[in-house]
């Protein structure tokens, strides 16, 4: 059957193309769908990833695409994955595409990543240019510099302020009108870290890079970057819908290997956490994800 695969990867992102790779590698028939909404593609650079410190999101991928197209048994498709059935008889699932196709598959590799909701709305303008979320891929370009730290959630503000501090201790913590403990104001202020309860009128800036903060008082604070603690989620309910078990903080249940609570459905990436992660650490995910899927077929099949 033409669209009979051992694998569908759905997301290449660095956990589903790490995977690729492997399967590939492994003589193993894959798909991977990608529909280009990785969260990263706003950034201009990507930090951290040994040998690719500073890269553009998009060179990296192009990269990683042209190294998995070499394997002769990998197909990558630019097409949205759209549902997953399973044909219980047959023990295969039936992946269905926008573009009205169906493929067959033993295995499914989830590496969908996750997508970021932000306390203000106005904030997608400036992130990846001047506003982050990691600290440890963009703290060293803004280092000693005047910093923002925008996060509602009192338990993310600490832990980020915290963080943050090592790379600028000019830094001014925004709650957008949630309140923070005393004691947790007073341990900020005898760094220096002023923090502002206040609600936040508007961010003020051009081309996304950040001038000033205005609060709803009217006050301006100039601030020329920072970081912003968004809730995340995952971007489809395919884990959900194949009956995926998911724990009480919406973590995937997994063997630890990447392996679901669903025969022959695997997880990989961001998407596993719905929590941020980084570029090596997917890469890594994918890559175990994608040794267990060939292992259990091999299992299967010997
Ligand atoms: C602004 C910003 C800056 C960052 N900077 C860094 C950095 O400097 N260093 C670093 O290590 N990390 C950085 N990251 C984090 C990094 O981008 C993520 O940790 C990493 O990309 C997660 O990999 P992933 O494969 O799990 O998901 P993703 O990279 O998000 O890939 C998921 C893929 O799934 C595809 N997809 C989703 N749904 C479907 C569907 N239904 N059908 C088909 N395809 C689908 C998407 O198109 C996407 O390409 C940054 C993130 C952001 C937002």
């Known amino acids: 059957m033409e669209n009979l695969y051992d694998c569908i990867v759905i997301g290449g992102g660095p956990a589903g193309l790490s995977a690729t790779l492997l399967l590939g590698r492994s003589r193993r028939k894959v798909a991977m769908f990608d529909n280009g909404t990785n969260r990263n593609r706003v950034t201009q650079e990507s930090h951290g990833f040994l040998t690719r410190d500073g890269i553009k999101p998009q060179e990296f991928k192009n990269i990683a695409i042209d190294e998995v197209k070499s394997y002769p048994s990998v197909s990558i498709l630019d097409e949205t994955v759209i549902g997953i059935n399973k044909d219980v008889q047959k023990n295969l699932f039936l992946v269905n595409t926008s573009?009205?196709?169906?493929?067959?598959?033993?295995?499914?590799?989830?590496?969908?990543?996750?997508?970021?909701?932000?306390?203000?709305?106005?904030?997608?303008?400036?992130?990846?240019?001047?506003?982050?979320?990691?600290?440890?891929?963009?703290?060293?370009?803004?280092?000693?510099?005047?910093?923002?730290?925008?996060?509602?959630?009192?338990?993310?503000?600490?832990?980020?302020?915290?963080?943050?501090?090592?790379?600028?201790?000019?830094?001014?913590?925004?709650?957008?009108?949630?309140?923070?403990?005393?004691?947790?104001?007073?341990?900020?202020?005898?760094?220096?870290?002023?923090?502002?309860?206040?609600?936040?009128?508007?961010?003020?800036?051009?081309?996304?890079?950040?001038?000033?903060?205005?609060?709803?008082?009217?006050?301006?604070?100039?601030?020329?970057?920072?970081?912003?603690?968004?809730?995340?989620?995952?971007?489809?309910?395919?884990?959900?819908?194949?009956?995926?078990?998911?724990?009480?903080?919406?973590?995937?249940?997994?063997?630890?290997?990447?392996?679901?609570?669903v025969n022959g459905i695997y997880i990989a990436g961001e998407a596993e956490k719905a929590g941020p992660s980084s570029l090596i650490l997917a890469a890594a995910d994918g890559f175990r994800a994608a040794a267990s899927i060939n292992m259990d077929i091999t299992l299967e099949r010997f």
Request: glycine residues 8%.
């Open 99 to 261: 573009n009205n196709k169906t493929y067959i598959t033993e295995k499914i590799l989830l590496a969908t990543g996750i997508q970021e909701e932000f306390p203000i709305s106005q904030i997608r303008q400036y992130y990846g240019k001047s506003l982050f979320n990691c600290p440890y891929c963009d703290g060293w370009e803004l280092r000693d510099t005047p910093l923002a730290l925008i996060a509602e959630n009192p338990e993310h503000l600490i832990h980020m302020a915290k963080l943050i501090f090592n790379w600028s201790n000019d830094l001014i913590a925004f709650t957008n009108g949630h309140q923070l403990p005393e004691n947790i104001r007073d341990s900020f202020e005898s760094k220096k870290i002023r923090v502002s309860t206040e609600v936040i009128k508007q961010l003020h800036g051009e081309n996304g890079m950040l001038e000033s903060i205005e609060l709803e008082s009217g006050e301006i604070i100039k601030r020329t970057g920072g970081f912003v603690a968004p809730s995340f989620y995952r971007p489809n309910k395919f884990a959900e819908q194949l009956n995926c078990e998911v724990d009480d903080i919406g973590k995937m249940i997994t063997d630890g290997d990447g392996r679901t609570t």
